[in-house]
């Protein structure tokens, strides 16, 4: 177990650029692995949760190359090879479920393990739709990992998700693309679309109508070339701390600008953020820029329905500097934020009560006041990456020292935050 100190600053300023987007990474990996050719990959996530993706493919025979954020996968195509022990998926959800949705077409059985955390975290949500393809999966007490999946050859199905989820509708279009006909999957709320610009990129043809998008089977899939770009919900940890200091700047380049996870900016600009785009590029389907974010006085505001949907990992931080803001922030709808790494809806009362703010826990969501000061504390991560950021930036404002307690379980999606985040501070 690790611990960090964070002190108060006094400002931000410099630049940054984001590593590469964690759910571009995992996707365009698992793609790049039943495709023909070799796919490279520049600035691939350096998190420990897109290793596990990469474990896991190489123990599925799949070989990938590594140099720094650099990868190439040598894809198989769409048959893969049996492994010899249990796909190890770490503490990543992700690779658990969209890798499930690859496992359900081959015609071996495999086994999806993962750390304490994952084996808490429902599985139910891919289980149900994959089953009715056509794969035999079992887990414990029904809905949690470990996985054992025996694939088949699948059939296509046409299913409504009856919660919102982009891992789930990836998994069911990426079972989809090894089935006999033409699968579809209708989401209640959109929810990011990686999965089917990822699908367009690689030589796929899925065909979006509303909220439901469809896809034909037995499609080939060729290799790619490309440079992912920065993960917007990292960069949502330095925004918000720029944001804690009126007059602070900070430039955010090579920036994932997806409008289905740029919500983030509107909602912060909203509030009373500063942000310019200074650029605008498009790579195989996936908009990218540099930022200027520029600190002014916060208002605050109410986060809920599709907003919540499509800010699910940055709402931690929003709420972790909710007490600086003028008129507080109100998050509903998120009773999703309790099946994370973490309950993260408790984990965050806790922390900010220990730093010595008022909130009201509810059991969708979070009301906290504004105009609080808070001051330093000993808090507990709880093992949850997002929870360790999120309180390294409420103490910069924070009267005191504080310690961050497995401040280590930043590296499952930042490795560096810490060191990056001290390199851009006014002290």
Same mark, same amino acid.
């Given at each position: 177990?690790?611990?960090?100190?964070?002190? =108060?600053?006094?400002?931000?300023? @410099?630049?940054?650029? #984001? =590593?590469?987007d964690k759910?571009i990474?995992?996707?365009?990996?698992?793609l790049?692995?039943?495709?023909?050719?070799?796919?490279?990959?520049?600035?691939?996530?350096t998190?420990?949760?897109?290793?596990?993706?990469?474990?896991?493919?190489?123990k599925?025979?799949?070989?990938?190359?590594?140099?720094?954020?650099?990868?190439?996968i040598?894809?198989?195509?769409?048959?893969?090879?049996?492994?010899?022990?249990?796909?190890?998926?770490?503490?990543s959800?992700?690779?658990?479920?969209?890798?499930?949705?690859?496992?359900?077409?081959?015609?071996?059985?495999s086994?999806l393990?993962?750390?304490?955390?994952?084996?808490?975290?429902p599985?139910?949500?891919?289980?149900?739709?994959?089953?009715?393809?056509?794969?035999?999966?079992?887990?414990?007490?029904?809905?949690? #990992?470990?996985l054992?999946?025996?694939?088949?050859?699948?059939?296509?199905?046409?299913?409504?998700?009856?919660?919102?989820?982009?891992q789930?509708?990836?998994a069911?279009?990426?079972?989809g +693309?090894?089935a006999?006909?033409?699968?579809?999957?209708a989401?209640?709320?959109?929810?990011r679309?990686?999965?089917?610009?990822?699908?367009?990129?690689?030589?796929?043809?899925?065909?979006?109508?509303?909220n439901r998008i469809?896809?034909?089977g037995?499609e080939?899939?060729?290799?790619?070339?490309?440079?992912?770009?920065?993960?917007?919900?990292?960069?949502?940890?330095?925004m918000?701390?720029?944001?804690?200091?009126?007059g602070?700047?900070?430039?955010?380049?090579?920036?994932?600008?997806? =409008?289905?996870?740029?919500?983030?900016?509107?909602v912060?600009?909203?509030?009373?953020?500063?942000?310019?785009?200074? /650029?605008?590029?498009?790579?195989?389907?996936?908009?990218?820029g540099?930022?200027?974010?520029?600190?002014?006085?916060?208002?605050?505001?109410?986060?809920?329905?599709?907003d919540?949907?499509?800010?699910?990992?940055e709402?931690p931080?929003?709420?972790?500097?909710?007490?600086?803001?003028?008129?507080g922030?109100e998050?509903r709808?998120?009773?999703?934020?309790?099946l994370?790494?973490?309950?993260?809806?408790?984990?965050?009362?806790?922390?900010?009560?220990?730093? @010595?703010? /008022?909130?009201? /826990?509810?059991?969708? @969501? +979070?009301?906290?006041?504004?105009?609080?000061?808070?001051h330093g504390?000993?808090?507990?991560?709880?093992?949850?990456?997002?929870?360790?950021?999120?309180?390294?930036?409420a103490? +910069?404002?924070?009267?005191g020292?504080?310690?961050?307690?497995?401040?280590?379980?930043?590296?499952i999606?930042?490795?560096?935050?810490? /060191?990056?985040?001290?390199?851009?501070?006014?002290?």
């Amino acid at each position: 177990m690790s611990t960090t100190l964070i002190h =108060p600053a006094k400002g931000i300023s @410099g630049s940054l650029r #984001p =590593p590469g987007d964690k759910s571009i990474s995992h996707r365009y990996a698992m793609l790049g692995a039943i495709a023909n050719g070799a796919t490279r990959l520049e600035n691939f996530s350096t998190g420990a949760d897109c290793a596990s993706t990469l474990t896991c493919l190489e123990k599925l025979g799949v070989r990938c190359d590594r140099d720094g954020s650099i990868i190439t996968i040598h894809g198989r195509g769409p048959h893969l090879q049996t492994s010899a022990s249990p796909l190890d998926c770490g503490n990543s959800g992700s690779t658990m479920r969209m890798l499930s949705g690859i496992l359900a077409g081959q015609e071996f059985t495999s086994e999806l393990i993962g750390d304490a955390s994952l084996s808490r975290r429902p599985m139910a949500r891919v289980i149900t739709p994959l089953a009715a393809m056509g794969a035999t999966i079992h887990a414990h007490d029904g809905a949690r #990992p470990p996985l054992r999946i025996t694939g088949a050859r699948l059939k296509a199905i046409h299913y409504e998700m009856p919660i919102a989820s982009a891992q789930v509708k990836t998994a069911v279009l990426f079972a989809g +693309l090894l089935a006999d006909g033409e699968t579809s999957v209708a989401e209640p709320i959109r929810t990011r679309d990686h999965t089917e610009i990822a699908l367009r990129a690689f030589g796929a043809n899925p065909h979006a109508q509303g909220n439901r998008i469809r896809i034909r089977g037995r499609e080939e899939l060729h290799a790619i070339q490309t440079t992912i770009p920065g993960d917007l919900s990292s960069a949502a940890f330095f925004m918000c701390a720029t944001a804690l200091f009126p007059g602070s700047q900070l430039v955010i380049t090579d920036l994932l600008m997806n =409008p289905t996870r740029a919500r983030l900016l509107d909602v912060l600009i909203a509030m009373g953020l500063g942000i310019t785009v200074l /650029e605008m590029t498009e790579q195989h389907g996936e908009l990218r820029g540099t930022v200027q974010v520029e600190g002014r006085t916060l208002v605050g505001g109410t986060i809920a329905g599709s907003d919540t949907a499509a800010l699910i990992d940055e709402l931690p931080v929003l709420a972790a500097i909710a007490p600086y803001t003028k008129d507080g922030i109100e998050i509903r709808d998120a009773r999703e934020l309790r099946l994370k790494e973490s309950d993260r809806v408790a984990c965050v009362a806790a922390n900010l009560r220990a730093m @010595g703010a /008022e909130v009201d /826990e509810r059991e969708d @969501g +979070l009301r906290i006041p504004g105009g609080q000061q808070l001051h330093g504390a000993d808090i507990d991560s709880f093992g949850d990456h997002r929870i360790a950021m999120a309180f390294a930036v409420a103490a +910069l404002r924070a009267d005191g020292e504080t310690r961050i307690r497995h401040a280590e379980s930043a590296g499952i999606s930042y490795p560096g935050f810490f /060191e990056t985040l001290e390199s851009v501070l006014e002290r």
